[in-house]
C-alpha cells in the first residue's frame, strides 16, 4: 500500500559472533542499541534517556552494515536500511517521501532500527550559512531537513534507534551530530592481525580445512585486508580446492589453495588509512 511502498523490512540472522574483532565495537552498540530496547524498563526506572542515533565511520568492507544487522538481530527488532545514494538519486519529493514512509514503518514495527548506509550523500556538509544562495533548497538539503525532523520526532517513540554509516566522516552536515541526533560516532576500524585471524575462522568455519593450513599464518600475512577481502580469500582458497577435487578425490581446503588465493588478491586498503 501507499505507506509501506519501496521500504523494505528486514529479520536479519546475524549474530555478534559471526563479527570477527571488534570487541569494543560491538559492546559499544549492545549498550546503545541492545540494551535500551530489550531492558526498555531499566532505562525509564533510572531515569535515563537512550541515545537516538549511532553514527558508524570507517573504511568500506569493514562491516559496518554487519554490526547494524547484528545489533537488529540481537535486540530482535526489525531492520529498515536506506541507501543515501539511492535516495539522492531518486525522482524530486521521492527521496523525502520514502524517508518519512520509512520512519512511519518503524514506528509501526517498533521495535526498530533504521539503517542509513551512505549517510553523506543525503547529509552533505553545508556550504554557507544559509545553504546555497539560489534560495532553492537542493535535493541533499530536502533529504537532511526531512532526516532531521524525523529523528527530532523519535524523542516521543520508543523503541526506535537510528544507525547510519559513511566512510567520509568529515563529509557530513554537523546538524546530524547535535544531541538527540547522532549522539554517538563509533570508529570501526580495518581488522588487526588477531581480527583478521577471527574474520578467517569465522568464514571457514564450513570449510573441511587441511591440516597445514594455518589461519594465524595467513592473518599474518594479510595485512591491509579488510573483512570483505578476507571473506573473498576464502571463497577464493574454497575455489581453488574445489576445482582440484573435481580432479581427484581429496576433499579439503589446504595450505596450497590458500597460498593460490593469496597470490591472486590484492588488499582494499592502503597504508594511509
Ligand atoms: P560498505 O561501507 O562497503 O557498505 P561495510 O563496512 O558496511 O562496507 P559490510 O557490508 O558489513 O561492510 O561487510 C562486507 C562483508 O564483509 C560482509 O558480508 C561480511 O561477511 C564481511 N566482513 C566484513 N567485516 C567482517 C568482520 N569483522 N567479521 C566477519 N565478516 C566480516
Not at 23 to 48: C, M, N, T, Y
Not at 89 to 107: C, D, H, I, N, P
Not at 143 to 164: C, F, K, N, Y
Amino acid at each position: 500500500n501507499s505507506v509501506t511502498r519501496g521500504v523494505t523490512k528486514e529479520i536479519p540472522t546475524v549474530s555478534w559472533d559471526d563479527i570477527g574483532g571488534l570487541k569494543d565495537v560491538k559492546k559499544k552498540l549492545q549498550q546503545a542499541v541492545e540494551w535500551p530496547i530489550k531492558h526498555a524498563a531499566s532505562f525509564d526506572r533510572l531515569g535515563i534517556s537512550p541515545i537516538r542515533g549511532v553514527l558508524l565511520h570507517g573504511p568500506p568492507g569493514c562491516s559496518k552494515t554487519t554490526l547494524a544487522k547484528a545489533a537488529a538481530c540481537a535486540a530482535q527488532a526489525s531492520f529498515f536500511s536506506l541507501s543515501g545514494a539511492e535516495l539522492y538519486s531518486k525522482y524530486v519529493g521521492e527521496g523525502e517521501a520514502l524517508l518519512r514512509r520509512t520512519f512511519q514503518m518503524a514506528r509501526l514495527a517498533s521495535p526498530s532500527i533504521i539503517f542509513f548506509d551512505e549517510v553523506d550523500a543525503i547529509a552533505p556538509k553545508r556550504t554557507g550559512p544559509s545553504g546555497n544562495s539560489s534560495g532553492n533548497a537542493t535535493v541533499g538539503e530536502r533529504l537532511l531537513s526531512t532526516l532531521l525532523t524525523e529523528m527530532d520526532g523519535l524523542e516521543l517513540a520508543t523503541g526506535i534507534i537510528v544507525l547510519a554509516a559513511t566512510n567520509r566522516p568529515n563529509a557530513i552536515d554537523a546538524a546530524l551530530l547535535r544531541p538527540g541526533r547522532f549522539d554517538m560516532v563509533l570508529y570501526v576500524p580495518p581488522p588487526d592481525v588477531e581480527g583478521r585471524y577471527d574474520i578467517l575462522r569465522i568464514h571457514t568455519r564450513k570449510m573441511p580445512l587441511g591440516e597445514d593450513v594455518d589461519l594465524w599464518k595467513v592473518a599474518e600475512r594479510t595485512e591491509l585486508f579488510t573483512g570483505a577481502d578476507l571473506e573473498g580469500l576464502c571463497r577464493e582458497a574454497g575455489m581453488a580446492a574445489l576445482r582440484e577435487c573435481l580432479r581427484s578425490e581429496s576433499f579439503a581446503c589446504d595450505d596450497i589453495h590458500f597460498q593460490a588465493a593469496l597470490r591472486s588478491l590484492r588488499p582494499s586498503l592502503t597504508q594511509s588509512v
